[in-house]
């Protein structure tokens, strides 16, 4: 697996189902490592074919694969060892690895919602709070930026922010923001 050979699988993905899918809408929903594919693929669909999707979500974002190999809890003892940047964080680089979502937001146009849940630890809820700072900053229709944290006493954690019951409501309610 490879950051371009996602992304490649993404947009094949894309191809298929938009032509399949008459004017329906399509949009990109990426959880965890898959925001930073998610969103690789929406900049190379607008950048290489001038085609915008029609909204992207991320759910348990970072900002970087750099940041988030930095920040996850796992890595926390790591991080005291002399070689933890070099053998952990610069490996990723060297096989290709960046998924740069805090660079890509600042190209997009597309509707952005980013999930993060308060207690998710895996993914540190600042990453996803960092990343929407930026889009924000970058956007030009600020409206079409859009960050919901999920309370703590929700649960929710890194992987059932998709089981909260009021989840599809608050995306419909968000793509007829648009």
Not at 2 to 17: C, M, N, Q
Not at 129 to 137: I, R, V, W
């Amino acid at each position: 697996p490879s950051e371009s050979g996602f992304t490649t699988d993404v947009l094949a993905l894309y191809d298929w189902a938009k032509a399949r899918s008459g004017n329906s809408s399509i949009l990109f929903w990426g959880h965890s490592l898959g925001t930073g594919i998610a969103i690789n693929a929406a900049r190379k669909l607008q950048e290489e074919r001038g085609v915008q999707v029609d909204a992207v979500v991320l759910e348990s974002p970072y900002t970087n694969i750099r940041d988030a190999a930095a920040n996850i809890p796992i890595t926390k003892v790591y991080r005291q060892f002399p070689g933890f940047e070099y053998l952990i964080l610069d490996s990723m680089a060297r096989a290709g690895m960046f998924f740069r979502s805090d660079e890509n937001v600042k190209v997009l146009g597309c509707p952005l919602l980013i999930l993060h849940a308060e207690d998710d630890g895996v993914v540190p809820p600042k990453l996803g709070h960092k990343l929407y700072e930026t889009a924000l900053k970058a956007y030009k229709d600020k409206s079409k930026v859009k960050f919901i944290t999920f309370p703590q006493k929700l649960g929710l954690g890194h992987d059932y922010i998709s089981f909260n019951p009021e989840l599809p409501a608050l995306v419909k309610d968000f793509l007829n923001m648009k």
